[in-house]
């Protein structure tokens, strides 16, 4: 009888360090699924959600995440959109946990979102994440592998030729924010 009990004991024993060692292992493989996952899989998650970003230069935005992409995000304000370059977000409130990832293959990087724009031939404020000259306005002309060209408006003024200011050069690196009206589709 004695031996029952010890060989019960024993086996006890055995299943609760089973048990116990396999809720570690469970533990360390959610830390390191978790230590994987990307910015733009943390804010996918919070599509249609409301947040508050911080960008680069200090600019704060709020709204409703409407496109999150590999390099960028689309953010509804309600009188405008804003795309913003994941790699010029500084801090992001209103994230929840969930992470997801993105369902296509194929990429759409932000190049190809601002040609969108630049065919559209879209009012847009780009803002820039240097210290002087803040922020252009105009209308995307080109767009390249690695930099923008604006055709400048003047401010309140619509986009016809006469209302032209010139051509600007941006290479995209420094490109920390683009405002545009609501209509336009990413």
Not at 33 to 51: C, D, I, M, W, Y
Not at 80 to 107: E, F, H, N, W
Not at 119 to 137: F, H, M, P, W, Y
Request: aromatic share 4%; with cysteine.
């Amino acid at each position: 009888m004695r031996w029952e009990l010890l060989f019960g004991d024993l086996e006890a024993q055995l299943h609760e360090s089973s048990a116990q060692e396999l809720e570690r292992q469970i533990n360390e493989l959610a830390r390191v699924e978790t230590a994987q996952a990307s910015l733009n899989q943390a804010v996918r998650g919070a599509l249609e959600a409301q947040l508050s970003l911080v960008c680069v230069t200090g600019a704060a935005f709020h709204g409703t995440v409407v496109r999150v992409e590999q390099e960028w995000l689309l953010l509804d304000e309600g009188a405008r959109q804003v795309l913003l370059p994941l790699d010029k977000i500084l801090t992001v409130r209103g994230l929840g946990g969930g992470r997801v990832c993105a369902q296509s293959k194929i990429p759409y990087t932000l190049t190809a979102a601002l040609r969108l724009l630049a065919k559209n031939r879209s009012a847009v404020v780009v803002e820039l994440d240097s210290a002087r000259q803040g922020t252009l306005r105009g209308v995307l002309d080109h767009v390249g592998a690695d930099y923008v060209r604006l055709m400048q408006l003047a401010d309140g003024v619509s986009r016809n030729p006469e209302n032209l200011q010139g051509a600007v050069v941006i290479p995209l690196v420094h490109v920390a924010s683009i405002a545009s009206s609501p209509d336009n589709e990413f």
